[in-house]
């Protein structure tokens, strides 16, 4: 297996008016070629501080940063132009110049990077077309919608046959629909053009939708990491319990009683378990919520319950569940 990046006890402390914040305490993880890898958090968790020491935009202020086990932290000023040719990056704010047509946009990068006029005109084009906007190429960025522009940006990214595209809040500007065509087109020129991709987001519908592992980051830790449906059917740490469970707080409704989650994939979905439950065991659960989502392509269901408030019927329920094939997590 090749990792692409590896990140060993990665820390990064900033000093302001004589005084210290750690953004990154300890952080190790890597990401593999080939794989869409999200990365989570709340707004200042320190994940977009996280994906700045990818390229070394940051220096990290202990640990190591290995691109293709190179060192970030031992390369040249020559060497580490080169590597960052290999990564690419898109933005929220998309950061076109408005002054250029779209093509001249995407050329952009080619043309710093001295490839003949010809040349790059060609390679923008074939971007262009990969990103369905060929017939924009001579429209300027205050004319296209947000998604278009996003698009553009992708282009442009791409243009360079980057290793690595990191994508740092690139849908969170756009509304659902267009964030979920975007996601599509990413996912698709990871399939088809094996580009690594990671992402950076703090919302869990963007990483369920399309990336394959997610490391979670909390308060400069991380927290959590793992293939992404296993952490969704069940999250270990506080914090992925937060972005998973529903946004709603439910509370039991007795003292004693307890709220429970259970997941359910799709081969489990035309299974009334709920009705087996009380035919079966003759105990009741109340229903507080319900829904489904995709999680990397696979239909799953999530159900979050109220137990009964005996002990021993929750022990009951939870095990009628559990060898049900369900996944079972406490509601805190």
Known sequence: MSYVFELTNVSKTYKNDGKEFE????????????????IIGMSGAGKSTLVRTLNRLEDVSKGSVKFYDKDLATLSSAELREVRHSISMIFQGFNLVNQRTVLSNVEQPLKIAGVPRKERKEKALQMLEVVGLLDKKDVFPARLSGGQKQRVAIARALAADPKVLLCDEATSALDPKITGEILDLLKKINEERKLTIVIITHEMSVVEKICDRVAIIDDGNLAEVGYVADVFSNP??????????????????EENSKVIRLVFDGSHSSEPFIANLVEKTGLKVNILSANTRSVGGIGYGQMIVELPSSSSDQRKVIDFFKAGGLSVSEVV
Do not use: R, T, Y
């Open 23 to 38: 953004a990154l305490k300890d952080i190790s993880l890597d990401v593999q070629e080939g794989e869409i890898f999200g």
């Open 236 to 253: 270990q740490s506080k914090a992925a319990k937060k972005l998973v469970f529903p946004s709603n707080p439910f509370e039991a409704s």
